[in-house]
């Protein structure tokens, strides 16, 4: 995150010339793709997008062939997928770095930029208090990993039915114990801001679950992030939101611009974060 800073603020990365990157994704993205590509670009290397559709991964072909050539011509393998057991898969028989760039399980990179968005505006990370108010999704998942990881206090607000995974629980409330921070999940929104330093949502309906989409807007009415509940935060609190937002339904419309919200600065932090990591990858 030191490293992201000192990149956002003008430093040249190490060189990866010579180096490659494939950028598989099986879903679409703008802030993912584009800022992973601008990153491999930054440090001189060379980025290939592959689509699902040229590819076919497990379908095409199988996931382990897919492993074995793509490590013959590139360096790191940047995936986006809704199924983190072919993460694993194609990470377990290729034998370059595998990134997760979204999975159905977590999006650690999107975590990465939440929390650098967080220490730009707190100054330091010390007993950070986030809060996720939704769906236990795989943000929700990796930004409590991270915060508990950071000794920081991440408390989630989902209604019943659309809590976190319990090995996500499990896990966060491991590393808590760990580092001193703390986890906790509820059902009432204003319960759980109170006192938060970060306010956070995502949409009630992700890729893939446009099938159950009336069911959802349905269990998650009343947990729309908006200024009543902002003002229950502290007073310094920021809101944050990886985007694509739904307006109307987990914000209201225009809420990202709202005096609340570094959700523009999230999103640019993706590429920094993301430079930073691939030049540890990378660049030697
Ligand atoms: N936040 C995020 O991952 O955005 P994209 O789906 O546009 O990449």
Redesign the pocket.
């Known amino acids: 995150m030191a490293r992201a800073r000192e990149l956002k603020a003008g430093e040249r990365p190490a060189s990866a010339a010579g180096k490659a990157a494939a950028l598989l994704f099986q879903?679409?993205?703008?802030?993912?793709?584009v800022s992973f590509d601008l990153a491999v670009h930054r440090l001189g290397g060379h980025p290939i997008y592959l689509g699902q559709q040229e590819v076919g991964l497990g379908a095409r072909e199988p996931v382990p062939d897919v492993a074995r050539v793509l490590e013959r011509y590139v360096d790191v393998v940047i995936f986006?997928t809704s199924s983190h057991r072919t993460l694993e898969e194609l990470a377990r028989h290729a034998c370059i770095p595998v990134v997760n760039?979204?999975s159905d399980a977590e999006?650690p990179c999107?975590a990465l930029a939440d929390i650098m968005t967080a220490l730009e505006h707190l100054g330091d990370l010390g007993g950070i208090r986030v809060t996720f108010v939704g769906d236990g999704n795989n943000?929700a998942a990796s930004l409590a990993l991270l915060t508990v990881a950071l000794g920081g206090t991440f408390a989630i607000a989902s209604p019943h039915g659309y809590h976190l995974p319990e090995g996500i629980v499990q896990r966060a409330l491991g590393i808590a114990q760990e580092t001193g921070g703390s986890f906790r999940q509820v059902e009432d929104p204003a319960e759980a801001v109170r006192e938060a330093d970060i306010v956070y949502t995502d949409v009630w309906v992700s890729?893939g679950q446009e099938g159950e989409a009336e069911k959802r807007r349905r269990a998650f009415a009343g947990y729309q992030v908006n200024e009543h509940l902002m003002a229950l935060a502290s007073p310094q609190a920021r809101f944050l939101h990886?985007?694509?937002a739904h307006y109307g339904e987990e914000v209201p419309p225009g809420f990202l611009e709202s005096r609340w919200s570094l959700a523009y600065e999230q999103?640019e932090n993706?590429l920094h974060i993301q430079t930073a990591l691939l030049e540890a990858m990378l660049a030697w």
């Open positions: 879903h679409p993205s703008l802030r993912t793709k986006r760039a979204l999006h999107q943000c890729m990886p985007m694509p999103a993706r």
